[in-house]
């Protein structure tokens, strides 16, 4: 068992806050930071990244069918794609929420929100529930439209109707392209992020991601299907970028799988004795509290471009209410 109190602290209600500052990576800073940037890099490819990547070249090898059978849309393929997504998911998500989540193995220590969305029911939830809401909305939506899109591309590569760049032949610009997975989202995902959170739209499609104040894995992928739609279309730059199939997988598996990270709802994950694992979902949980900060997950630094950046400190709470009072005072002055 840690000692969270180490690393952090709880308040009275039974929150607890990270000493250390959430921080955005290294990259796009300029003077650039060689010394940190190579600090950070393992970071980049572990674990999730090399997980997902080879999560994709394992659904290229033993879930996708041979290119023959791709080039004609039918539901036995189609069906048992969507079953193995369906599956995967099932068994990612539920690995997190079993060990953290309906076992408490490690109570609440290092967990943000003191509280387990269990034990607070709320009508904003189907059936009261969050988990069972957050459960039925990534299944009944989530999986479905990723795996169409994913049908969808792969579709569109079997009948040669993108260019199917090899990796023998192109190994120079696919591996670029490769550690480009995860800017490319990055990227997308603050774009629509950012959209969603207009008003008209917060209201109608992203409100429903939000519902959960204290995200837990099954989180992750409880979105309105129109979120959905915008989330899992980072598949789509495969198309029009010179890519290969498993590229595309590895961007959507980096959407479908990646999110997790982002709503365990605990800063570390213990192993046991005195180790941890690091889970970098401060700053997605500073977004579910506030709302109207860190619109992205900090790989490229927008939030800090634009003035939206907290990183969980007293200043970055003071920024954000100069920022929330400025907006205030513009709203009224708009009404005078
Ligand atoms: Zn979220
Ligand atoms: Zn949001």
Not at 45 to 56: C, G, T
Not at 182 to 188: L, N, Y
Request: hydrophobic fraction near 45%; include cysteine.
């Amino acid at each position: 068992m840690m000692d969270d109190l180490k690393y952090g602290t709880r308040n009275k209600r039974g929150d607890w806050s990270p000493n250390q500052p959430a921080g955005t990576a290294p990259l796009f800073v300029f003077p650039p930071q060689p010394l940190k940037l190579l600090k950070w890099l393992p970071h980049y490819f572990l674990p999730y990244n090399v997980l997902f990547f080879l999560s994709a070249l394992a659904w290229w090898h033993w879930v996708v069918p041979p290119v023959e059978v791709m080039q004609t849309l039918a539901w036995g393929w189609v069906l048992r794609l969507f079953a193995v997504n369906a599956a995967a998911v099932f068994l990612w998500y539920f690995a997190f929420e079993l060990h953290l989540y309906i076992r408490r193995a490690q109570g609440n220590r290092f967990k943000y929100n003191g509280r387990f969305p269990a034990d607070t029911p709320s009508d904003v939830f189907w059936f009261r529930s969050q988990n069972l809401d957050n459960f039925l909305r990534g299944f009944l939506s989530g999986v479905p439209i990723w795996t169409a899109l994913e049908v969808g591309v792969l579709w569109a590569f079997a009948n040669g109707h993108v260019p199917w760049l090899t990796f023998a032949g192109n190994p120079v610009w696919l591996a670029v392209l490769a550690l480009l997975v995860p800017v490319i989202h990055e990227a997308h995902f603050f774009c629509i992020h950012r959209l969603i959170h207009t008003p008209f739209l917060y209201r109608w499609v992203h409100s429903v991601h939000h519902n959960s104040i204290n995200p837990s894995p099954w989180s992750s992928l409880s979105m309105h299907p129109v979120e959905h739609l915008l989330y899992f279309s980072t598949i789509l730059y495969h198309l029009v970028i010179p890519s290969n199939p498993v590229l595309a997988l590895y961007q959507l598996h980096y959407a479908g799988f990646g999110a997790v990270p982002g709503h365990v709802g605990f800063d570390k994950i213990e192993l046991g004795g005195d180790s941890a694992v690091d889970t970098h979902a401060y700053i997605h949980y500073l977004h579910h509290k506030y709302f109207e900060v860190n619109y992205g997950d900090g790989l490229i630094p927008i939030d800090r471009w634009l003035g939206t950046f907290h990183d969980g400190s007293p200043e970055g709470e003071a920024r954000m209410n100069a920022r929330y009072q400025k907006k205030k005072a513009r709203l009224n002055a708009g009404r005078g």
